[in-house]
């Protein structure tokens, strides 16, 4: 069996909180849905995702510290799966690994496929940088810490695929990094994107 990625790109969801760039999603493994991961509750990446859950009865996996943002966008209708730290989903014949990487959101998580090389980041790290939120970070310290320590350990040809824009590798992101730290927060690099 060969495991693929597969990447679509949509508008983002209308809504409040939504943004207005163009919002990546990954699509790792054959021909079923097993599981629709959400890097973390913000409503551009939770709005389609009962919708493309429940066509293939899948469930959904969201991490527990961002229920109360899935909540503003699918009241009565919890994720199926709390991801945790370390936990494992098995993909066609691959693991993906979640990193749990709070900062954007208390609950915002990366997931890494060592076999295929490649690291799911959500808004915790575009190519650009840490991704603020309505133009501000939540918590700049703690989403650069989380990035640090468990992105830029990863090895650096590792294959950055974000949530909005173009995709990168950690060894570029190791370079960036001492200008993200030293621009702060006030810089809003990736910012555009406003979610
Ligand atoms: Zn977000
Ligand atoms: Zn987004």
Redesign the pocket.
């Known amino acids: 069996m060969t495991t693929r990625i597969d990447h679509f790109s949509s508008p ?1 969801a209308a809504g409040r909180g939504a ?1 207005t ?1 163009e ?1 990546n999603a990954w699509i790792v493994g054959d021909d079923e849905v097993l599981a629709v991961i959400c890097t973390h509750g ?1 409503a ?2 939770v709005a389609a995702a009962l919708e493309v859950a429940e066509r293939d009865e899948a469930p959904v996996a969201l991490h527990p510290k961002d229920r109360a943002l899935w909540r503003e966008v699918h009241p009565g209708e919890p994720a199926d799966i709390e991801m945790e730290d370390g936990g494992i989903f098995e993909v066609a014949d691959v693991e993906l690994e979640v990193i749990h990487a709070p900062g954007h959101t208390d609950g915002s998580v990366c997931l890494y496929c060592e076999e295929l090389g490649v690291v799911f980041t959500g ?1 915790t790290m575009l190519a650009g940088g840490p ?1 603020p939120h309505d133009g501000e970070f939540p918590d700049f310290a703690e989403q650069l810490t989380a990035i640090g320590e468990h992105l830029l350990t990863l090895p650096s040809d590792t294959r950055v695929l974000p ?2 824009g173009q995709e990168s590798t950690i060894g570029a992101a190791q370079k960036k990094f001492d200008s993200w730290v030293s621009a702060g927060p006030a810089a809003t690099s990736p910012s555009g ?1 406003g ?1």
């Open positions: 983002a943004g760039g919002v913000h551009d990446h808004h991704v949530g909005h994107l979610d």
